[in-house]
Structure formats: structure tokens, C-alpha cells
């Protein structure tokens, strides 16, 4: 198990999976551990629609686990997870992920969202998307936010979900920028591949059965995760996007943080 600044967390291997050998460390036991019930956790999550009352209890428990657990994730573990991968077709290129601050590593967390299992969180502020699973815990991935990014907040659904999906830019973004008009609706849009901004996966997130035009997705652009960039919705690694594809069933709910 690693601390990684917030919150204790549990190494992971090429699926993104506690082995049996890993010790069961639920929810309840992490707060009994500190001393901090349960109900007071979720109370607080109940008290700010932008998680901010999560956040300072996260911080707040992080400091006393950071004695308790070593830092590192092995080289060989995360070799694996962000090697080179074949996927449709097209040969991905490893991730240079020494390069990348390790908290934004894909990592099985003590869930701090207080959410139902199945429910996909984004934490625009801290750079986090967590996927809430049973007994207590979290996926949680890095992710870069562009200013799409924070142009919406709420909840919705996974409306739609589609493997090394075209990308359209919107009529402001050509505005903005002339030479993307080649790619504009009317001309078909981007094709698929290595170098198209949406990745190897997107998610597109609805609310009340309209789209949000907000995006969970996939990019070549590894060093600007952890970052607000200049464009784009939510990214994610192409290798955390699959991982999190795999995962994440279509109208799965999804909680947005400012």
C-alpha cells in the first residue's frame, strides 16, 4: 500500500486489481483506524455539491497515514500498466511515466466520495476521476482538464460510449482556429488514430436526455495531465481511458465537481 498525498492507496498491477494477498482495508476500517466514523464522512460529502467538505477530510486523514504506509508503486508494475499496447489496430506508445508526478498513476484508493458504487466522480480542481466500486474503494486516474472542462458541473449519465471515436470541434473552437475548419462537422470531422484529441476512447456525458458536449476521454498529450490546458473536456492517458472504458458501463451515473 502507498500514500500518495491525500489519501492511503493500494498498488496496482496491468488490470488495476487488489491481489488476494492484499490485505482487505474497507471504508469502515480506514476510518476506525483514525478514529473518524463513517457517518461523519458522508455527512460531509452531503454538505458541499462541490466536494469541497471531501477534500478537506481527505487531507485531514492523508497526514496521519503518511506514517503508516512506504511510498512506490514497482517500475515493473508500472511498466506494464502504461507500456506500449495494440488496441484496434493501432500501436499506442508507452507512457514515459517517470515524467509524471506519481499521484496521478492509475490507483486503487479508499473511496473518498461517500458515492454509490458504479458512480464516476470528477474532481476538476484536483485532477481526479474515481469509478466508486463495492467495499469501500475507488479507481482513481490522473487527468488533465481543459477549459471545456470546467464550463459544466452536475451529474448525468454515459449516455453514449465509443472506441477510438472522430472528433469534431465546435463551431467556436474553428472560429478560434480557421485550420481546424477541415475537421468541422460539415467535412466529416477528424478520423480516428494516434494523433486525433479524443483518443482511444471517449465518454459523453448527457443530463435530462440532452447532451452536455462534456467529455471523458482519451489523448496523445500524457505531460499535460494533472494540468488545465488550453482546450478539451476531461483527459485521461490512452491507456487509463481503456481501463476506465472496460469499466464503466454505459448510463452509469456521473457526478461532476467544480
Known amino acids: 500500500m502507498t500514500y500518495n498525498g491525500d489519501i492511503a492507496v493500494r498498488n496496482v498491477g496491468q488490470t488495476g486489481l487488489m491481489t488476494s494477498t492484499d490485505t482487505d482495508l474497507s471504508r469502515r476500517t480506514f476510518l476506525s483506524l483514525l478514529g473518524i466514523s463513517s457517518a461523519s464522512l458522508l455527512a460531509g460529502c452531503a454538505s458541499s455539491g ?19 504506509f512506504s511510498p512506490g508503486v514497482s517500475d515493473a508494475e508500472l511498466a506494464v500498466m502504461y507500456g506500449s499496447v495494440e488496441d484496434g489496430g493501432y500501436v499506442i506508445p508507452a507512457v514515459p511515466y517517470q515524467k509524471i508526478d506519481r499521484r496521478y498513476y492509475r490507483q486503487r484508493v479508499v473511496d473518498p466520495t461517500g458515492e454509490r458504487p458504479g458512480t464516476v466522480v470528477v474532481d476538476t480542481r484536483s485532477r481526479f476521476l474515481y469509478v466508486v466500486e463495492q467495499g469501500g474503494s475507488a479507481m482513481r486516474y490522473g487527468v488533465g482538464i481543459g477549459r471545456d472542462g470546467f464550463a459544466w458541473s452536475g451529474e448525468g449519465v454515459i449516455q453514449w460510449r465509443q472506441k477510438w471515436p472522430k472528433w469534431t470541434p465546435p463551431d ?26 479524443l483518443g482511444a476512447r471517449a465518454l459523453y456525458i448527457f443530463q435530462n436526455g440532452k447532451d452536455t458536449l462534456y467529455r471523458l476521454h482519451g489523448s496523445p498529450e500524457w505531460n ?16 487509463d481511458v481503456i481501463d476506465l472504458y472496460d469499466r464503466v458501463p454505459q448510463k452509469a451515473r456521473v457526478v461532476v465537481w467544480q
Open 224 to 239: 499535460s495531465i494533472g494540468k488545465a490546458v488550453s482546450s478539451g473536456c476531461v483527459r485521461l492517458m490512452n491507456q
Open 172 to 197: 467556436e473552437m474553428v472560429a478560434r482556429q480557421p485550420e481546424l475548419v477541415k475537421y468541422s462537422s460539415k467535412n466529416g470531422g477528424m478520423p480516428p488514430g494516434l494523433k486525433n484529441p
Open 50 to 68: 462541490t466536494g469541497d467538505a471531501i477534500r478537506q477530510q481527505a487531507s485531514a486523514i492523508g497526514s496521519d497515514f503518511r506514517q503508516m
